[in-house]
């Protein structure tokens, strides 16, 4: 509850203003326990060695007879500067040494639910890219029942550890082939209540419709994936419902078809995407849809009992876009809209090209602050996303700044003279129970504001743009940032950047 309403605090509103009475204070295991290999032990005691066999446990503890020659070796790949070990169950975050996986790089997801039956009914296809020659290979996936996979349609053996899902293809996939790995499955989606982060992470099924917040760690409760924001994809979703449900998802709806009382909607991203923020919603939602001169699509789906809390809210957006594109850039994406659910989530959240909101900050002194914000992080985290979760920074500290930027546009004032008065942490080696406390979002916003001052306006947003140009529909680091800045402005700048973001004594921010 305490970070709750830190995290309100730090995305402007007034305490108080929101009801927390309905956030979730479920206290289960934190997410590392939930797998019977201790992962992290595994990392920091003992790194695998790439050439090193380890036998693999079953969710029993014990070796599975038919995995017994399974060699889970890391076969390599980019490792953008992960500290953590990366083997065929990990990416190596830092962060999360658990998540993602190593050896391919996904290039759709192909997510098809069935929602008209009492359990979720689901059968997703992942067409994956070896980088190495596998043996065998990793998704990840939480709860759920796995019915079949097939791997370009032969039956493939899979057993499962935790969130691993470990698979072995018929025989070996070749280094550069690719394959598709169709997942068939059935269950009720069991959102992750994990006692470091204030929010019930996933897929979450209410009395009126369903709505999907992950991040960082939630896309797993709903389909099988490389779970870590350094493997973009692109996704095609589609969702069946009782015939009268209406369906939302990322980027834009290309067929809807009704027969025998069911309605099967499909919805296409055209841009890569992290897993963290595929999403889709279905239930009584109010869908507008106007396509602008420039062909950028902005929809909002606004559920029936949420339509009275939203008024006038979202009458903003064609506006807070133009402004966002002359400061960072043309806006990524083919669509924008927000979702609206009748929910009192106590956060709001970036999900890509349709940020979800609840009734109470639509609510709030803080809904067009905070509209802003989750618009800034189209740019800032959707398109260019974090490399590792302990970059967050580079999420939230970007559409913090941007917050703060439109507010004073529209109020004539904003928080960074509160905030450059508190001394807040830095901003990296953070633990997963800290990626959205106050520092991140503040000092981040304020690092940003510092380098402002430093380089003037029209190097900041050389920096901005350039950041996009470069990194757009893939991920980048702390350094991958620091490095532009000294290329865009040079090393003085770079270094104060430098301060601001490692620093243990926050800086002072220069006066403008
Ligand atoms: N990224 C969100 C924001 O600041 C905060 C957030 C993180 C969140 N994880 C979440 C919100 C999970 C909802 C659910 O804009
Ligand atoms: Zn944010």
Redesign the pocket.
Known sequence: MRRLLI?LF??GLAAGCVSTSDSTETTVEPLETTSTTSRSQRTTEEPIDASGSTSVPSASGESDPRFASLDPGDPGGDAMGLAAARELGSIGDPTFPGLGNSGYDVQTYAINLDLTRPELVAETTVTLTALAELDSFHLDLVGLTIDEIRIDDEPALFMRDGREVIIRPPEPIESGQTVAVLVAYHGTPEPIADQD?P???GFQTQSWGTFV????V?AATWFPANDHPQDKALFTITISVPEGTTTAGPGQRTSSTTAEGVTTETWIAADPMSTYLASVATGAFDVSIETLDSGLVIRHAVHADAAIATGTELDTTVEMIAAFEERFGPYPFESYGILVVPEQ??????NQTL??FGTDIMTSPAAQP?LA??LA?QWF?DNVSPAAWDDIWL??GF?TWAEWWWTERITGTNNVNTARFIPLEPLKGLPASG??EINV?WRGGLTLEALRRDVGDEIFGQILREWSNRYGGGVASTQNFLDLVEELSGAGAADLVSQWIFAPTMPVLADE
């Open positions: 995290v730090s995305l982060l929010f019930n992470l917040a992950s991040e960082p939630g989530l106590g956060f709001a959240l970036e940020s979800l905070i914000h989750e992080h985290g999420n939230e559409a990626l959205f979002y």
